[in-house]
Nanobody, 126 residues
């Protein structure tokens, strides 16, 4: 499975941006997908995840109510709609995919995800 993230850019505080992540290869093996972000000098931070059906979507508290994750399975694409952006949202955003089902819920740990995109930079100015 290969993942290609895009859509990053520069926005002012309060603005919006939509990230996309296109999967290719053995996409039929993908179960959950997720977005993570990383600020230089810090660990990757969980942002949101989505189940195969799209009916389960946990979010990090820091983005809840502002970000929305979705996926279009026929297009093998996952999205992250980011509204009311804040300067602290500035980071490199990575999409990830997991082919394993976890009965305890969608994983939030990066080591649970086997496949990763290359990252796309989001910069929010104040």
């Amino acid at each position: 499975v290969q993942l290609q993230a895009s859509g990053g850019g520069l926005r002012q505080s309060g603005g919006s941006l939509r990230l996309s992540c296109v999967a290719s290869g053995r996409t039929g093996s993908i179960h959950s997908m997720a977005w993570f972000r990383r600020v230089p000098g810090k660990e990757r931070e969980f942002v949101a995840a989505i189940s195969r059906s799209g009916d389960t979507t946990p979010y990090a508290d820091s983005v809840k109510g502002r970000f929305s994750i979705s996926r279009d399975n026929p297009k093998n694409t996952m999205y992250l709609q980011m509204d009311r952006l804040k300067p602290e949202d500035t980071a490199v955003y990575f999409c990830a995919a997991c082919s394993q089902y976890y009965p305890t819920g969608l994983p939030r740990l990066p080591e649970r995800y086997r496949y990763w995109g290359q990252g796309t930079l989001v910069t929010v100015s104040s």
